[in-house]
T-cell receptor
Framework: GESVGLHLPTLSVQEGDNSIINCAYS??????FIWYKQESGKGPQFIID?????DKRQGQRVTVLLNKTVKHLSLQIAATQPGDSAVYFC??????????????FGKGTLLTVNP | EAGVVQSPRYKIIEKKQPVAFWCNPI?????LYWYLQNLGQGPELLIR????????DSQLPKDRFSAERLKGVDSTLKIQPAELGDSAVYLC????????????FGAGTRLSVL
């Protein structure tokens, strides 16, 4: 069935290091992907998105890479800071015809940044 | 600019009681979503509105859950009667339109059913 999963449920890094969070998806019909950050007690916060016709997109300190061949998505955070500590979700947008679509979230990766 | 506003932030009720959650989306956003989030899991879509029309409610347990968005702005999600397994965070999100538009989430309502 359709699934969006993460290779690493937890990731611990030192402040200043770069972080890489990975995500595998299984639906080749997915045409749009989003990374969200969720801090404790808050709703998911948009970080960066990428369309399926791209393989890389950069934001401020974050880069998303998309490899459609192996259905893999990654989020790279440069110079990780304590404020980056949160759960990170990848989400895939699947179109099912016409205006029908659905954003499906993976389970999430807990990123802990050690000072 | 105000984000998506949800209330209450927390709700504790006994099983079999009714409960309602309220959401005010970002101004101008036509699309509104209700999600359920269990601990340690990603959000799962319950229902999606385009203006006042529920265009996807396939994941909404209609025997006990209901939702409305009468004027195409605010929305209410109701559970009646609540069960122990309904304990979760209920998230509301909104987006400017269809498809690839970014969904912006509220802080959620944490429901505990005792």
């Amino acid at each position: 069935g359709e699934s969006v999963g993460l290779h690493l449920p937890t990731l611990s890094v030192q402040e200043g290091d770069n972080s890489i969070i990975n995500c595998a998806y299984s639906n080749s019909a997915s045409d749009y992907f989003i990374w969200y950050k969720q801090e404790s007690g808050k709703g998911p916060q948009f970080i960066i998105d990428i369309r399926s016709n791209m393989d890389k997109r950069q934001g401020q300190r974050v880069t998303v890479l998309l490899n459609k061949t192996v259905k893999h998505l990654s989020l790279q955070i440069a110079a990780t800071q304590p404020g980056d500590s949160a759960v990170y979700f990848c989400a895939e947008n699947i179109r099912s015809g016409g205006s029908n679509y659905k954003l499906t979230f993976g389970k999430g990766t807990l990123l802990t940044v050690n000072p | 600019e105000a984000g998506v506003v949800q209330s209450p932030r927390y709700k504790i009720i006994e099983k079999k009681q009714p409960v309602a959650f309220w959401c005010n989306p970002i101004s101008g956003h036509n699309t509104l979503y209700w999600y359920l989030q269990n601990l340690g899991q990603g959000p799962e879509l319950l229902i999606r509105y385009e203006n006042e029309e529920a265009v996807d409610d396939s994941q909404l347990p209609k025997d006990r859950f209901s939702a409305e968005r009468l004027k195409g702005v605010d929305s209410t999600l109701k559970i009646q009667p609540a069960e122990l397994g309904d304990s979760a965070v209920y998230l509301c999100a909104s987006s400017a339109g269809r498809g690839e538009n970014i969904q912006y989430f509220g802080a959620g309502t944490r429901l505990s059913v005792l």
